[in-house]
């Protein structure tokens, strides 16, 4: 959603693009308010399914509403974030503002789980039946920190939408969820640090397994085995993930 926010007002506006983020992320907040009210009915596994079930639902309004997001044909042209007449037109300067980004969200994490909301949270996750007893209304806690997620997520998608240039929905899709969810269980649950180590390994593995000398007729094939192979060793002898405090 921050995504197409970004690329339909960059477009369509000319609109600054930290303005977009803004706006991005209040969209997101409001419709993930309504998604996280409806599956705060789920429990479990029924979430987790419910949740890539609305990814699906997603994904087809971004394939069908062509006079919003052009369907298939994606939206092109998507400027580069500008900032006092500086614009991040190289890889190094977005690589740069990218990272700026990557602070911010991560203080702010940082921030929530060191504070009492982030405590009660904790609390949930332990034992959420537990912290009912006490008058905590776990389900309110629940939503308010799926909307919060939501709205820093939408972060992520308008700087991929504006280093891309271009987006469809083929981008959105549930393997790309499916993606999101390995990098953070690979990463270590209850572990913001989880979170970017999870992501610098399973970005930058399939990129180191290129040098490895296979033969040229597999090297494909066999670089998917081998980063198949880690990703099973991981999980068996790193049940917790990479840096993880919570065992699966």
Do not use: H
């Amino acid at each position: 959603m921050g995504a197409y926010v970004t690329a339909i007002l960059l477009t369509g506006t000319g609109m600054n693009f930290f303005l977009s983020v803004i706006i991005g992320m209040l969209i997101t907040g409001a419709c993930s308010l309504l998604i996280g009210f409806v599956l705060s009915k789920f429990k479990d596994d029924y979430y987790a399914l419910g949740s890539f079930g609305f990814n699906v639902i997603i994904y087809s309004i971004f394939l069908n509403w062509q006079g919003l997001t052009r369907g298939p044909l994606g939206i092109p042209g998507i400027a580069r974030p500008s900032l006092f007449g500086f614009t991040f037109s190289d890889n190094l300067s977005f690589l740069i503002l990218s990272v700026v980004f990557v602070a911010i969200v991560y203080g702010i994490c940082r921030f929530i789980a060191g504070s009492s909301f982030g405590r009660v949270l904790k609390a949930i996750r332990e034992d959420d039946q537990a912290i009912e007893i006490f008058g905590y209304r776990t389900i309110s806690y629940k939503l308010m920190i799926f909307v919060v997620s939501a709205m820093l997520a939408s972060i992520a998608g308008s700087l991929f939408a504006s280093y891309i240039t271009f987006i469809d929905p083929s981008s959105f899709s549930l393997i790309e969820s499916i993606f999101i969810l390995a990098v953070i269980i690979l990463g270590g649950l209850a572990s913001n640090k989880g979170s970017i180590w999870g992501a610098v390994f399973l970005i930058l593995l399939p990129e180191i397994l290129r040098f490895v000398g296979f033969p040229d007729d597999i090297a494909a094939q066999m670089r998917q085995v081998t980063y198949g192979v880690i990703l099973i060793l991981l999980m068996l002898y790193r049940p917790q993930g990479l840096v993880g405090e919570y065992r699966l």
